[in-house]
């Protein structure tokens, strides 16, 4: 691993988790000491693109390379050199558009990376998928957008509040459209039993069919529809995309960014989006904006300091919901205090796509901040336990649930006396630890 900041860092944590022996080489000392206090790795100081540095992590032990600096350069020079020593599978990220494009394709091949991450695209992507889901705190796609997994904390008023899953089985037999797969109360997370009675401020993760999403948004209690109008605090390139997407939308799109020469430029290449020259932490700027008139408050520049203090602010002048980007996650659960609606991090969606990749076979991958599990798909191979067999007689571990599976392009919600089949791709609810049980299971 090459990079720890906050994607390689996480990365890391999620390899060693599931068993893998991992060495981190990282130029900044702070971050070395960080990663060598919290996790079982071997800790390299120096840069990627050194051979000795690399030889001295182990480079000829590596079946697997990642580099996830923030320099486009080093990542591809230091997966270049593995490549050249044997390692058969890389990983890279790249922002640079210049890079990314066709132009730059004869580059990437030269260098033979197996994957290729963009950490700001993809937040920005999850980001997007928020603003169609107001009041949601994740959104996650599978099945070639088929099933979807959307996580939030359930109000008092919702609809759903109050049942317990019996009572809501009951009222939706016999075609189920979505059902309530995970539930964190209290710090702990779940996979809940029928007798389960839902409770206010459960954060809640529903497994749904995609014709279900408005249906599933408005039980849980969620406004349904786009923020028409958003407040960017943050002109980086995380902003960047999501102000000219919405735009694109025709949303009406206010972005905030504090150096001028970025404020100018952004001014000249994002049609239809109002660019502001100032500090986001400015609370008479905030006001005179008219920061509590929009629908969604974005904060989303490096400093989670600045996010949070903006958010805040943004929230007591009125805002509908407040999103912001976190770097530090220790600071998580104080966003939850004080009312902050959303916290993102770079690093889970940009982990979920190494972990998809590292694992083999697994078709998605969707990692939360706020619950231990994960959510893997899988597709059912030819005469693999799974095949012809039904949900109830796989004799998955404890704490599995096959939310849903998609068969011919059409999605259904698992049940006990589902039956799989050869080809059909399966949602599973799954801890770390019992995802080598369940993919021996389905082949």
């Known amino acids: 691993m090459v990079g720890a900041g ?41 840069s990627g693109t050194h051979p000795h540095v ?22 591809l020079i230091s997966a270049l050199l593995a490549r050249q020593a044997g390692v058969s599978r890389t990983v890279v990220r790249i922002e640079a558009e210049s890079l990314r494009g066709r132009d730059a394709h004869a580059l990437r091949e030269a260098i033979g990376a197996d994957l290729v991450i963009d950490p700001d695209a993809e937040t920005a992507a999850e980001i997007l998928d928020l603003l169609e889901a107001p009041g949601a705190t994740e959104i996650a796609h599978f099945a070639q957008g088929e099933v979807i997994v959307i996580g939030t904390t359930l109000t008092a008023s919702a609809p759903l509040c109050g049942k317990t899953l019996s009572e809501i089985a009951a009222q939706y037999e016999p ?44 039980l849980l209690g969620l406004q349904t529809g786009t923020h028409r109008r958003v407040l960017l605090l943050g002109g980086g390139r995380t902003g960047e995309i999501v102000a000219r997407k919405m735009a694109d939308r025709s949303g009406a799109v206010t972005l905030i960014e504090r150096d001028p020469v970025r404020a100018r430029e952004l001014a000249e290449v994002l049609d239809g989006v109002l660019v502001i020259e100032g500090d986001i932490t400015d609370a ?9 008139s929009y629908d969604a408050v974005l904060a989303l520049t490096g400093h989670d300091d600045a996010n949070i203090l903006a958010c805040l602010y943004a929230k007591s002048l009125g805002a509908s919901e407040t999103i912001a980007t976190l770097h530090r996650l220790s600071l998580r659960e104080l966003l939850e205090d004080v009312g902050i609606d959303v916290a993102l991090s770079p690093r889970t969606a940009s982990a979920n796509g190494v972990l998809r990749f590292v694992r083999g076979g697994v078709a998605a991958v969707a990692t939360f901040l706020a619950a231990d599990f994960e959510v893997i798909e899988l597709e059912v191979a030819e005469k693999s336990k799974a095949d012809g067999e039904k949900i109830e007689n796989l004799g998955l571990p404890k704490d599995v649930l096959i939310g849903a599976f998609v068969r011919d392009g059409k999605p259904r919600i698992g049940r006990g006396q589902s039956a799989l089949r050869e080809r059909d791709h399966v ?5 770390p630890q019992n995802i080598d049980a369940v993919r021996s299971i389905f082949g």
């Open 427 to 431: 949602v599973v609810f799954v801890r």
């Open 175 to 218: 075609e189920w459209d979505f059902l309530v797969a995970a539930r964190t109360r209290r710090g702990d997370t779940i996979i809940p039993r029928a007798d389960e009675r839902l409770e206010p401020d459960d954060h809640l993760w529903v497994v749904a069919k995609r014709k279900a999403r408005r249906e599933v948004l408005q």
């Open 284 to 292: 008479e700027l905030l006001s005179a904006e008219d920061a509590g």
């Open 6 to 46: 906050e994607v390689g860092s996480y990365v890391a944590e999620l390899l060693t988790r599931h068993g893998n022996d991992v060495a981190v080489i990282e130029t900044d000392r702070q971050r070395l000491r960080d990663v060598e206090d919290r996790l079982d790795v071997l800790v390299v100081e120096g």
């Open 54 to 75: 690399l030889e001295e992590a182990g480079l000829h032990k590596a079946s697997l390379f990642v580099a996830v600096t923030s320099n486009d350069e080093v990542n």
